[in-house]
C-alpha cells in the first residue's frame, strides 16, 4: 500500500500559479529540518538573482536566518491553507537507508494540491515524481538552482505541472485510488 493523500475531505483544492510573489515551501518537523540545510546555500545564490520566499512550516523554527526565509508554525487545522500559500514545494533529501525507507509524504501533500514538487531523487520520489512532468527530481546544486529558477520564472509550467501533479495523486495515491486494495487486505487476513 503506497502512502495515501485525502483528496475529497483535506487536499481538495488547487494552487493558483499566477501570482505576483513567488513562494518556495517546506513542511516537516524538527527532526527533518536538518534535509534543508544543504539547501541553503542554494537558495542563497538563487536571491542574488532573482525575488522569492522561502517559507518553512513546521513544528520548530529553522536554525538559518536569511532575510527571504519566513517561519509560519505547523497547525493541523490550517495545514492545506498553509501549503496552499507556496507556488513550488522542496523534499531534498540525504541518500542513505533511513532517507531510502520514507513514504514521499511531503512531495505527495504538495502534488495533491497543485504545487510542483522539487526532490531528491531519492527512495519513492523516483516513482512519485515523473521529472518534468509533474515535478522535478534534483542530485547536484547546478540541478537544484536550474529547476528552482525555472518554476520561478515560468507560472505557465508550474500551473501545468501543478495538475499533471494533482492527477498523479488522484490515479496513484489517492484514499479513493487505494480504497479496494485497502479492503481487500481484509478479506485476505480473513481467509488466511
Same mark, same amino acid.
Given at each position: 500500500?503506497?502512502?495515501?493523500?485525502?483528496?475529497?475531505?483535506? +487536499?481538495?483544492?488547487?494552487?493558483?500559479?499566477?501570482?505576483?510573489?513567488?513562494?518556495?515551501?517546506?513542511?516537516?518537523? +524538527?527532526?527533518?529540518?536538518?534535509?534543508?540545510?544543504?539547501?541553503?546555500?542554494?537558495?542563497?545564490?538563487?536571491?542574488?538573482? +532573482?525575488?522569492?520566499?522561502?517559507?518553512?512550516?513546521? !513544528?520548530?523554527?529553522?536554525?538559518?536566518?536569511?532575510?527571504?526565509?519566513?517561519?509560519?508554525? %505547523?497547525?493541523?487545522?490550517?495545514?492545506?491553507?498553509?501549503?496552499?500559500?507556496?507556488?513550488?514545494?522542496?523534499?531534498?533529501?540525504? !541518500? !542513505?537507508?533511513?532517507?531510502?525507507?520514507?513514504?514521499?509524504?511531503?512531495?505527495?501533500?504538495?502534488?495533491?494540491?497543485?504545487?510542483?514538487?522539487?526532490?531528491?531523487?531519492?527512495?519513492?520520489?523516483?516513482?512519485?515524481?515523473?521529472?518534468?512532468?509533474?515535478?522535478?527530481?534534483?542530485?547536484?546544486?547546478?540541478? %537544484?538552482?536550474?529547476?528552482?529558477?525555472?518554476?520561478?520564472?515560468?507560472?505557465?509550467?508550474?500551473?501545468?505541472?501543478?495538475?499533471?501533479?494533482?492527477?498523479?495523486?488522484?490515479?496513484?495515491?489517492?484514499?479513493?485510488?487505494?480504497?479496494?486494495?485497502?479492503?481487500?487486505?481484509?478479506?485476505?487476513?480473513?481467509?488466511?
Amino acid at each position: 500500500m503506497p502512502t495515501t493523500i485525502d483528496t475529497e475531505n483535506l +487536499h481538495n483544492r488547487l494552487k493558483e500559479q499566477d501570482t505576483r510573489a513567488f513562494v518556495i515551501g517546506w513542511t516537516g518537523t +524538527h527532526s527533518t529540518i536538518a534535509y534543508l540545510e544543504p539547501l541553503v546555500p542554494i537558495l542563497e545564490k538563487l536571491a542574488e538573482t +532573482h525575488a522569492f520566499t522561502f517559507l518553512v512550516i513546521s !513544528d520548530r523554527k529553522p536554525d538559518f536566518d536569511l532575510p527571504f526565509v519566513q517561519y509560519l508554525p %505547523w497547525q493541523k487545522a490550517t495545514e492545506a491553507d498553509d501549503l496552499l500559500r507556496i507556488n513550488v514545494g522542496v523534499m531534498p533529501l540525504t !541518500d !542513505d537507508p533511513w532517507s531510502r525507507g520514507k513514504c514521499g509524504f511531503k512531495a505527495l501533500q504538495y502534488m495533491a494540491l497543485g504545487i510542483p514538487a522539487v526532490a531528491s531523487p531519492v527512495g519513492v520520489n523516483t516513482e512519485i515524481i515523473e521529472p518534468g512532468v509533474n515535478g522535478f527530481l534534483c542530485a547536484t546544486p547546478d540541478e %537544484w538552482l536550474a529547476c528552482l529558477t525555472r518554476l520561478l520564472q515560468d507560472p505557465t509550467l508550474r500551473a501545468e505541472m501543478g495538475r499533471q501533479a494533482r492527477r498523479t495523486v488522484e490515479e496513484r495515491y489517492s484514499v479513493q485510488a487505494n480504497r479496494r486494495t485497502f479492503l481487500e487486505l481484509f478479506d485476505f487476513f480473513r481467509t488466511a
